[in-house]
């Protein structure tokens, strides 16, 4: 191997290990969002359906509230604004927003949902 190919191997080698180094902190750069589906009383509600809006991309993302009521939704991005409310059986929460300001890795937000079992 001649001295040129042995320094580009090098070269490449330290280039991959920089992107994997910079994925993993892209990675770590991301936030969770979760929470329970529930009624005043703070009983769960099951298979509601909750909404997640992007407010840069204006994409949605669903998720049916597991049996406890919970949702959760990972990888956003901490740059963005995002909305969430829930649904079940016609009736809908109130709108909550989760802020960029909002620095915090795990958000946790309820949603009350004035519905009956």
């Not at 963005?80 to 960029?100: C, F, H, N």
Request: hydrophobic fraction near 40%; charged fraction near 25%.
């Amino acid at each position: 191997m001649s001295r040129k190919s042995f320094v580009l191997l090098v070269l490449f080698a330290m280039m991959g290990s920089a992107l994997a180094a910079f994925a993993a902190d892209e990675q770590d750069n991301t936030r969770a969002l979760s929470g329970q589906v529930i009624t005043p009383n703070n009983d769960p509600l099951p298979n509601a359906v909750v909404y997640l809006k992007n407010q840069k991309t204006l994409g949605v993302k669903t998720f049916i509230a597991e049996a406890d009521g919970g949702y959760r939704f990972g990888g956003l991005s901490p740059n963005v604004d995002y909305q969430i409310y829930a649904e079940y059986q016609g009736k809908r929460s109130d709108t909550k927003t989760l802020s960029s300001f909002d620095s915090r890795k795990k958000v946790v937000i309820h949603l009350k949902i004035d519905a009956e079992k």
